[in-house]
C-alpha cells in the first residue's frame, strides 16, 4: 500500500511538468537570408567577367577597383623577336625581358593610387587615377602622372603626363577604349637619331576587349604612328587573358615591349626591329583588405 501511494504521488508531480514545454537557453531560430542570386545572362547562363580589368593590356582602363583593392602587377616583355629566334632560343624566352614591378591601393570608391617600376632605363611611374561616371554603355576616367627615370647617362629624368580615359561597352562582351594622352617628355633612347625623346607630345592610342568566355578574354591597342619625320610606324600588342577570382593572367605579342607612358605614347620605342613580334605577359593579383 505504501508503494502505491508513493508512486501516486510521484505521477501527481512529475505529470504536469511532462506536459510543459522544454526549457532551452538558445535563441528562437531565425530564418535563414536568401542566397545572393547569381549573375546571368537573358537566356540563363552565367553573365561573363568583365573583358579586362583596371589595366588593359598596357593602357589604362576606365574601370577603377572596389574600395580598399590592393592590386600586385607583374609585366615581362622579352628583348628577342620571334622571327629571329628558334628551337635553340626557345623561340625567345631564353632572351632577356624588360621586367615590370606594380603595387595599386585604392583607399575609396573611384579612386586609384599606383606606383610602378619597369627595368627598361630603370622608369619609375606614379599615378592616381579617378573613375569619373559610368553611363549605360558610357565610362570615363582620368588618369594623372609622372615618370622618374633613373638610368645612368639619359639626357631627361622626368615627365608628367595626363590621359583621359574614354570606354563604350557593345553588350556585355566587348568594350572600346580611347585613352587621349599628353606627355610632356618621353623616355626616349640614348643612341637614336635624330632625337633621343620627344616633347609635348599628344597621342590617342585605343583598345578593344572582347569577352570570349565567362573567364578568357582577347584584347587588342593600338599606339598611331607620331606623325613625326622619323615616325618609325604604328606600335601595337594583342593579348589572351584567363581570369580566375581576383587573379588575371594574360599572355602578349606585338611590336609594341613599352609599358610606361613614356615608353608606350613613342612608338619609335618599339625597339630595333619596329615589325617584329615580341612575346610577353601580365599577372595581376588583388587582395580585399
Do not use: C
Not at 510521484?10 to 532551452?24: G, K, M, N, S, V
Not at 625567345?92 to 575609396?108: E, N, T, V
Not at 609594341?256 to 615580341?278: E, K, M, N, W
Amino acid at each position: 500500500m505504501k508503494f502505491r501511494a508513493v508512486a501516486a504521488l510521484a505521477a501527481a508531480i512529475l505529470l504536469p511538468a511532462a506536459r510543459l514545454p522544454a526549457r532551452t537557453d538558445a535563441p528562437p531560430a531565425t530564418p535563414e537570408a536568401p542566397a545572393a542570386p547569381k549573375e546571368t545572362t537573358a537566356d540563363g547562363a552565367a553573365a561573363p567577367r568583365p573583358p579586362e580589368g583596371s589595366r588593359i593590356i598596357n593602357l589604362p582602363s576606365a574601370d577603377a577597383p572596389r574600395r580598399r583593392t590592393l592590386t600586385v602587377l607583374f609585366t615581362h616583355r622579352f628583348s628577342q623577336p620571334v622571327e629571329q629566334s628558334d628551337i635553340h632560343s626557345l623561340y625567345s624566352f631564353d632572351s632577356g625581358a624588360d621586367i615590370g614591378i606594380g603595387l595599386a591601393y585604392a583607399p575609396i570608391d573611384d579612386l586609384d593610387v599606383s606606383l610602378y617600376r619597369t627595368s627598361g632605363l630603370d622608369v619609375y611611374e606614379l599615378d592616381v587615377r579617378y573613375h569619373v561616371f559610368s553611363a549605360g554603355p558610357l565610362s570615363a576616367a582620368v588618369r594623372l602622372g609622372g615618370d622618374w627615370r633613373t638610368e645612368a647617362n639619359l639626357q631627361n629624368r622626368n615627365g608628367v603626363f595626363a590621359q583621359a580615359i574614354l570606354g563604350v561597352s557593345l553588350g556585355s562582351r566587348v568594350r572600346l577604349t580611347a585613352v587621349p594622352t599628353y606627355v610632356s617628355k618621353t623616355s626616349g633612347q640614348r643612341f637614336v637619331s635624330p632625337k633621343p625623346f620627344y616633347e609635348n607630345l599628344f597621342s590617342v592610342p585605343a583598345a578593344v576587349s572582347i569577352a570570349v568566355t565567362r573567364s578568357i578574354n582577347v584584347q587588342g591597342e593600338v599606339e598611331p604612328r607620331l606623325g613625326k619625320a622619323d615616325s618609325r610606324g604604328v606600335a601595337w600588342i594583342a593579348a589572351i587573358e584567363k581570369t580566375v577570382v581576383r587573379h588575371r593572367f594574360a599572355f602578349t605579342v606585338g611590336n609594341q615591349r613599352g609599358t610606361t607612358v613614356d615608353q608606350y605614347i613613342a612608338t619609335d620605342f618599339s625597339g630595333l626591329h619596329p615589325h617584329g613580334y615580341y612575346l610577353g605577359f601580365n599577372l595581376v593579383r588583388q587582395w580585399k583588405l
